[in-house]
């Protein structure tokens, strides 16, 4: 079985500055990673996913995120936010040969002006 | 590619009563799953088809909850004597197998309140 927890449940920040989003995941086999953003009144969607080679994988919009198999995390972070990335983020694993997610609680991040 | 779709988007029943909602995936997706999200949680996964087959069904998937995906296209979702506690967004997501590193998309979600 496998389980997410996500760190923080609410991160405001100003438009600019830098960010992180915190996962950590348990499980007894090895994972897929991914994270899903959740814009206002809109359904989720992929940001990004981890399933082999380079730790470090990136989105098209300027997020990243690196596997890390030790501390068992999947941080997301972005060097500079826009107001625009005001959602909420979901990080989510999977270990099942189907694909099954197992998502954690959410984080919303607010970007003020 | 329309992307996934779900009807209706909202359900408003009083409790005991039936509901089914409908998902249509992405036309040459094989993969199709069902999630429950509740206010302040992630989605939790209920039920998921390979193509016509019903292959898992989560705990959460009491006796009063159904799936069925006929011919493996659209999929339907009955809730049987609802209760209270139903009360939350049912989401459909549909995946083309490549393995367990799919890229799921997700429905706009079918929000239920029981009241």
């Known amino acids: 079985a496998q389980s997410v927890t996500q760190l923080d449940s609410q991160v405001p920040v100003f438009e600019e500055a830098p960010v992180e989003l915190r996962c950590n995941y348990s499980s007894s086999v090895s994972v897929y990673l991914f994270w899903y953003v959740q814009y206002p009144n809109q359904g989720l969607q992929l940001l990004l996913k981890y399933l082999s080679g380079s730790t470090l994988v990136e989105s098209i919009n300027g997020f990243e995120a690196e596997f890390n198999k030790s501390q068992t995390s999947f941080h997301l972070r972005k060097p500079s936010v826009h107001i625009s990335d005001t959602a909420e983020y979901f990080c989510a694993v999977s270990g099942t040969s189907y694909g099954k997610l197992t998502f954690g609680q959410g984080t919303i991040l607010t970007v003020h002006p | 590619d329309t992307g996934v779709s779900q009807d209706p988007r909202h359900k408003i029943t009083k409790r005991g009563q039936n509901v089914t909602f ?13 999630y429950r999200q509740t ?39 009955e809730i049987q004597r609802t209760e209270q506690g139903d009360s939350a967004m049912y989401l459909c997501a549909s995946s083309l197998s490549e393995g367990a590193g799919d890229t799921q998309y997700f429905g706009p979600g079918t929000r239920l309140t029981v009241l």
């Open chain 2, 22 to 34: 409908r998902c249509d995936p992405i036309s040459e997706h094989n993969r199709l799953y069902w």
């Open chain 2, 39 to 77: 206010l302040g949680q992630g989605p939790e996964f209920l039920t998921y088809f390979q193509n016509e087959a019903q292959l898992e069904k989560s705990r959460l998937l009491s006796d009063r909850f159904s799936a069925e995906r006929p011919k493996g296209s659209f999929s339907t979702l």
